[in-house]
């Protein structure tokens, strides 16, 4: 198991960018493949973006390329989404979690930090 709490949420206007950052316990991080989801009332949670355990390959979901990059530093045991040209449908909980491997579910979530995008 490992223990997620994500930080930098908070209000900003359209088109501006936040980072958003995930702290992770234990020693295994780096044995984990990560991602970053988000949810808001009335929708289902959605997929961001993920990155495989060493960093070199990422996934995003096509409401956020070409704005997004999820990015992870093993040796801090942190994970990043850096936003960028944001839009109020941005507005959301966003989450982190880890799973083991690429087929696995994802198993460890953190409590979610909030990201509101004002027009």
């Known amino acids: 198991q490992v223990q997620l709490v994500e930080s930098g949420g908070g209000l900003v206007q359209a088109g501006g960018s936040l980072r958003l950052a995930c702290a992770a316990s234990g020693r295994t991080f780096s044995t984990y493949d990560l991602g970053w989801f988000r949810q808001t009332p009335g929708k289902e949670r959605e997929f961001v973006a993920a990155i495989s355990r060493s960093g070199g390959v990422t996934y995003y979901g096509d409401s956020v390329k070409a704005r997004f990059t999820i990015s992870r530093e ?12 944001l839009k109020p449908e941005d507005t959301g909980v ?3 979690a880890a799973r083991r491997g ?7 979530w953190g409590q979610g930090t909030q990201v509101t995008v004002s027009s």
């Open 102 to 108: 690429a087929t696995a579910p994802y198993d460890n």
């Open 74 to 85: 093993n040796a801090k045991n942190m994970l990043y989404l850096q936003m960028n040209s």
């Open 94 to 96: 966003y989450y982190c």
